[in-house]
């Protein structure tokens, strides 16, 4: 089995080599590609993972190149993690949306936005040439934003499925709180990619006991503080949102925590730096602990997971994945992306039923995908009109003052990234 990473340059990358090495046997892979195309940075990391390997006593071979085409040549899977524009672009992404009041993040707002803009042309290009090499591989999508990426993936007939670490980071913390093994814990996962809920925590399963109220009631504080929410607010949805609705349930007052801090990307960038030091040193074969701060906790066992399902070779019955929504949401269309469980095997994902969603959800839910609609038509065709209507649909902006000069600064900012402009 031969997998390929683009993006394997990544910081991100010894934790998804530390998964890939721990559980071998659930994807026996005989061949690691690392694609990217910062060398420096590539054989950094790509010497880090063949210790990581070596340690832990893995057969197989890691190969880095930032050859592209030579990387994915004949690989079985292609998992997608590129940041394009790198670090710089999201403090971009992060800083100037202030300006008009609005929240600065790099996947939710103008940001988000900015980020889709710059990504979309550049996987599309990626999952052209991998299916020019092998169109029977599977393509899975971490890149942010996943759901319009992902959209895109599919729209344009690739075999794709967009995966995200914030359903399985759930999964581990509830299981610790429950005192069972992470994969007697089944939730109730419903919404978009980063804008979504938690409206049940079932143990064994689909149709296992709910034990949400009993979580909400016995580590309802230390919930809301993990999300930055107010206690008194989850006990009234009775569901934990992920922490992304933060940026929806509490914008202004985000907005001016993000205006008085340093920026996220800024804290990254420095982390970044410490990490690939760290990885130089020829002594170090393991993932170092200041990885865990980075953000992607449990990417590697979520990508494990779904790259042995969609390859046949094991994975769980039932999976949080981004995938077509075919009428599982019965208000969205049929062709949106939506994140929900899914049944997952070679033949791709099959989104389990879900019950129906409150208002005050499915609202939520609906505007957002308008927006993702927009975004990706001004992502694969351009233009300036096409860029505002996308800020104005969002919920977040909405208003055609802040849309217009949000419209000309995400141009402004992201020129070199765009070819229309």
Not at 40 to 58: C, M, P, S, T, Y
Not at 81 to 96: C, H, I, S
Request: hydrophobic letters at 45%; aromatic letters at 6%; one cysteine or more.
């Amino acid at each position: 089995m031969k997998l390929a990473v683009v993006g394997g340059g990544s910081t991100y990358t010894p934790e998804l080599i530390d998964g890939f090495a721990r559980l071998r046997d659930v994807l026996p892979i005989e061949e690691l590609v690392l694609v990217d195309p910062a060398a420096d940075r590539l054989e950094l990391v790509g010497g880090l993972a063949r210790r990581i390997f070596a340690k832990q006593g893995h057969p197989g071979r890691i190969v880095t190149t930032s050859d592209l085409d030579a990387g994915v040549a004949d690989a079985d899977a292609v998992l997608l993690q590129l940041r394009v524009g790198g670090q710089a672009a999201r403090q971009q992404d992060e800083t100037w949306p202030l300006d008009c009041g609005c929240v600065g993040q790099e996947t939710t707002g103008a940001g988000g936005l900015a980020k889709a803009l710059r990504t979309v042309p550049v996987v599309l290009d990626i999952a052209e040439r991998v299916r020019r090499s092998n169109p029977n591989a599977w393509i899975i999508d971490f890149t942010n934003p996943v759901g319009i990426v992902t959209r895109a993936l599919l729209q344009a007939g690739h075999k794709a499925v967009g995966l995200c670490n914030v359903a399985i980071g759930f999964q581990r913390r509830f299981a610790a709180s429950l005192g069972v093994e992470p994969g007697q814990v089944f939730l109730d996962h419903v919404g978009l990619n980063h804008l979504t809920w938690e409206r049940g925590v079932r143990i064994g399963g689909p149709d296992g006991e709910d034990v949400l109220p009993k979580l909400l009631a016995e580590t309802g504080d230390e919930i809301a503080d993990n999300l930055s929410l107010p206690r008194p607010l989850l006990d009234r949805l009775g569901v934990v949102p992920s922490y992304y609705l933060r940026y929806f349930y509490a914008h202004d007052e985000v907005v001016q925590e993000l205006a008085t801090k340093p920026s996220r990307a800024a804290e990254v960038a420095k982390m970044e730096r410490e990490l690939l030091e760290m990885y130089g040193d020829p002594t170090l074969d393991e993932k170092p602990e200041l990885l865990a701060k980075r953000g992607g906790a449990f990417y590697s066992e979520a990508a494990v997971d779904l790259a042995a399902s969609l390859l046949g070779s094991g994975g769980s019955p039932y999976q949080v994945v981004n995938t077509y929504n075919r009428g599982t949401l019965p208000f969205l269309p049929d062709d949106a992306v939506i994140e929900v469980q899914a049944t997952v095997d070679g033949s791709g994902a099959t989104p389990l039923a879900v019950p129906a969603l409150d208002p005050l959800y499915s609202g939520l839910i609906a505007n957002v995908t308008a927006y993702e609609d927009l975004a990706l038509e001004a992502a694969l065709r351009g233009g300036r009109d096409r860029v505002f209507k996308a800020l104005l649909a969002h919920p977040l902006i909405g208003q055609y003052a802040y849309a217009e000069q949000l419209t000309d600064q995400l141009i402004a900012h992201n020129r070199e990234h765009l070819a229309w402009a």
